[in-house]
């Protein structure tokens, strides 16, 4: 199923059949797998405004920064990446927490070979916004005011 959120045209779908509760749901499981396919799954539906909203009225946020501790490489990348679409005005104290800010820099720090381009290019606008804090700062589709 998490392969049917890259289509644009099954965002609809998605939200009808709530699979992304299901996805959700999936991100507390112990097993390390399932748990990659979910987060996979909601990065796929993350970049429709429509389903970022879901993930965040669902309680997404903190279920997602749970998995930024995960072992699996592409689970915590993915993560990143759906923290990301999900950082807004109304949901930015909420996300750039030290917690996550850490587990940013950490990965910022390793580079493996796993990381692709995407992950990349979303960690390092994370991390000038982080650098530019006491400015305002426009990246990508985000426009970020000073941090506390």
């Known amino acids: 199923m998490a392969n049917f959120g890259y289509d644009p045209l099954n965002y609809e779908y998605l939200r009808q059949l709530p699979v992304q509760d299901l996805f959700l749901d999936c991100l507390t499981e112990p097993n390390e797998k399932l748990v990659k396919f979910a987060v996979g799954g909601i990065s796929n539906c993350c970049p ?3 389903n970022a909203a879901v993930s965040v009225s669902s309680g997404g946020i903190p279920l997602l920064i749970s998995c930024l501790s995960s072992p699996v490489e592409n689970t915590v990348l993915s993560t990143v990446t759906n923290l990301y679409y999900l950082c807004t005005p109304s949901t930015r104290k909420e996300i750039l ?4 800010i850490e587990a940013i820099r950490a990965w910022l720090l390793l580079r493996t070979v796993g990381f692709g381009t995407m992950q990349q290019l ?5 991390s000038c916004i982080l650098k530019n804090a006491r400015s305002s700062v426009k990246v990508g589709s985000w426009t970020k005011k000073s941090m506390p």
């Not at 927490?97 to 996550?100: L, R």
């Not at 979303?122 to 994370?126: C, G, K, M, Q, Y």
């Open 97 to 100: 927490i030290p917690q996550v």
């Open 48 to 50: 429709d405004p429509a």
């Open 122 to 126: 979303v960690l390092e606008d994370i």
